[in-house]
């Protein structure tokens, strides 16, 4: 294992950021830590950066205990989500610097800043200076500048925050084919979701200083652990007293097979090729269906529309109130027969 | 921009313009043309005087090495202040801001108190070990410094923190030590902060007169900075010399304040 993260706990005055976290980051591959603002997950890379310290724990790369290591002596490339380009300095010496502190030979020291520069597609900018860049070159700048040193693990704090949505899914989908050519463990902490699902080899979920869940995509997706994680990484509704996606809510006009919750479309929303519906339940609650719109045309289903309601069989299901989560294996009106 | 009426517009820059103008360029005009009045000659001779010589160059000692050890205490203190916590932080940046409200007539005071010959608390002590402070150069530097002490701080603080610390963790993560990262990225992104503090102690102690004249033995040739001799000469009824002096002080604070202007690039980092 790459990074071992063991027993991490780091408190602000009362307020507990990080709360006996033990969790073990894979070698080469790109794991994110996910989850909400506030949550403990920039604390926690920090820590591994060596940043900041633990109030208890220990932390350990490539088998080394790098607890009381500072960070220059951990071999990490760090990226902030300002960017942090040294502004005095250009882009090419930027990049240098790293190499520049341990003394290499200034040959030595060209040659790998054109080739980083040229791996960033940043070649043309090596004189200009970091205020003449746009945030995503910026953000370039700093990855290559972090890769400089050849660091034993890559470390990203919300790398794409500070840019607007298209640049991001660019650099998203950039850094994703980036790890595939360098192979550096790398780790990176995003509160989007949709980011941490498209890029990464391994999520672990944290909220509250917690570890909730850690897995593939996939897993996280189909197998949620508790409702929290559920919620968190994608659109959740309310059906029967169980939290469900809401394209696994089936819809049927009325009158239908029994077992099914009667409720009236009250809202319809196309977005994109997909349509979302609003549908209030006899008893008044709103409960959201997506589906294609081919289907809702198939279905003859319009605003309006009284329609039946079930959860589809085979879908994940978290009881409302929390607990353990279940999927369904049997049509509700089977289960309830 | 906030839109103001026409009118309103005009007497505000009149006012504006007023203002500096009756209290600082006519008054600073009249001293230059009571200077040149009796010919360019006569300002000259003043210059060749000996005393005034000694004067000038004792203002330039004086006002150096409390500039430099202004730079040095003033950058640390700084950098202390905004990266660091420490029990009596909050002392120390109140205690930083006191040269500034007390007169510079007490802080005078309170060095020969503490360092004079006879009966202050160190005086003696130092004496005996061939150091003496008042009535001597030395004391002259430390009333100097005290009084220009939180010029440098008080450009490199505010700068310090809104640069914030990123940078220098960047340069810690990519494997500098503190020297390191205080050389090649803190230093370098408070330049400007620095200079302009540096420029403005350099002005400030090259015109310091208070706390200088309590210290100072007043005696010429000895212990008269530039400022003292200005007085010297006008009690002593040489008005066209005092003059001639003030008149080189006030070039020297508009040739530092023009400096900075030209060093400054035109957008701000």
């Not at chain 1, 780091?10 to 603002?37: C, E, H, M, Y």
């Not at chain 1, 020291?109 to 791996?119: C, F």
């Not at chain 1, 919620?231 to 007293?241: A, K, Q």
């Not at chain 2, 006012?15 to 040149?36: D, I, K, N, Q």
Request: proline content about 5%; charged content about 20%; glycine content about 8%.
């Amino acid at each position: 294992m790459s990074i071992d993260i063991t027993g991490v706990t780091k408190r602000f005055g009362d307020f507990v950021a990080l709360d006996d976290v033990n969790v073990s980051i894979p070698t080469g591959q790109l794991t994110a830590l996910l989850g909400p603002s506030g949550g403990g997950k920039s604390t926690l890379l920090r820590i591994i950066a060596g940043l900041d310290k633990a109030d208890a724990g220990t932390i350990s790369i490539e088998g080394q205990d790098a607890t009381k290591l500072p960070p220059q002596k951990r071999n990490v490339g760090f990226v902030f989500q300002h960017y942090a380009v040294f502004k005095h300095m250009s882009v090419a010496k930027n990049v240098a610097f790293g190499l520049e502190i341990r003394k290499r030979p200034k040959a030595e020291v060209k040659q790998r800043v054109e080739e980083l520069l040229g791996l960033v597609h940043l070649s043309q900018f090596s004189a200009r200076m970091p205020s003449q860049l746009s945030g995503g070159q910026r953000q370039r700048m700093a990855l290559a500048r972090a890769l400089a040193v050849e660091p034993t693990v890559l470390l990203l704090d919300e790398p794409f925050g500070a840019l607007d949505a298209k640049v991001r899914k660019e650099l998203r989908d950039w850094l994703r084919r980036l790890h595939d050519e360098v192979h550096v463990t790398t780790v990176f902490v995003t509160h989007d979701q949709e980011e941490a699902l498209e890029v990464a080899d391994e999520i672990v979920v944290i909220n509250e200083g917690r570890v909730e869940q850690i897995g593939s995509p996939e897993q996280l997706y189909d197998e949620p652990a508790n409702d929290f994680v559920m919620r968190f990484l994608g659109e959740v509704t309310e059906l029967d007293g169980k939290i469900v996606r809401p394209h696994d809510v089936d819809v049927a006009l009325q009158p239908a097979a029994p077992g099914g919750t009667p409720a009236t479309v009250t809202r319809v929303l196309r977005v994109g090729f997909e349509v979302k519906l609003t549908v209030t339940t006899d008893a008044g609650q709103d409960v959201v269906v997506t589906m294609t719109r081919s289907h809702m045309r198939s279905l003859g289903v319009e605003e309006g529309s009284k329609v039946s309601l079930t959860v589809a069989p085979g879908a994940v299901a978290v009881p409302a109130t929390g607990g353990v989560p279940t999927t369904l294996d049997e049509t509700p009106a089977a289960a309830a027969g | 921009m906030v839109k103001v009426s026409a009118p309103a517009k005009w007497t505000l820059r009149l006012l504006a313009v007023g203002y500096v103008f009756f209290l600082v360029a006519w008054p600073t005009g009249l001293l230059a043309y009571r200077t040149f009045e009796d010919g360019l000659s006569s300002v000259l001779d003043t210059f060749q005087e000996p005393d005034v010589q000694a004067a000038l160059k004792l203002t330039a000692e004086v006002a150096i090495i409390a500039v430099v050890i202004n730079l040095v205490f003033g950058v640390t203190i700084s950098i202390l202040l905004v990266r660091y916590e420490f029990p009596g932080k909050r002392a120390l940046s109140a205690m930083v801001d006191v040269p500034l409200s007390v007169s510079p007539v007490v802080v005078g005071l309170a060095l020969v108190l503490v360092y004079n010959g006879r009966d202050g608390w160190f005086g003696p002590g130092l004496e005996e070990n061939g150091v003496i402070v008042i009535f001597n150069t030395p004391g002259l530097v430390m009333a100097t410094c005290f009084v220009a002490l939180p010029l440098v701080i008080r450009e490199v603080v505010p700068t310090l923190h809104e640069i914030g610390d990123d940078q220098e963790q960047a340069a810690r993560s990519l494997g500098a030590n503190a020297p390191q990262t205080f050389w090649r990225i803190t230093l370098p992104s408070i330049k400007w902060a620095v200079v302009y503090g540096v420029v403005l102690s350099l002005a400030r102690s090259v015109g310091e007169f208070g706390a200088v004249k309590v210290v100072s033995s007043n005696l010429r040739g000895k212990d008269l900075t530039a400022t003292l001799m200005v007085e010297n000469k006008y009690q002593n009824f040489a008005q066209e010399q005092a003059y001639a002096i003030a008149f080189l002080l006030v070039l020297i604070s508009i040739a530092c304040l023009v400096v900075v202007a030209l060093l400054r690039p035109k957008t701000d980092d």
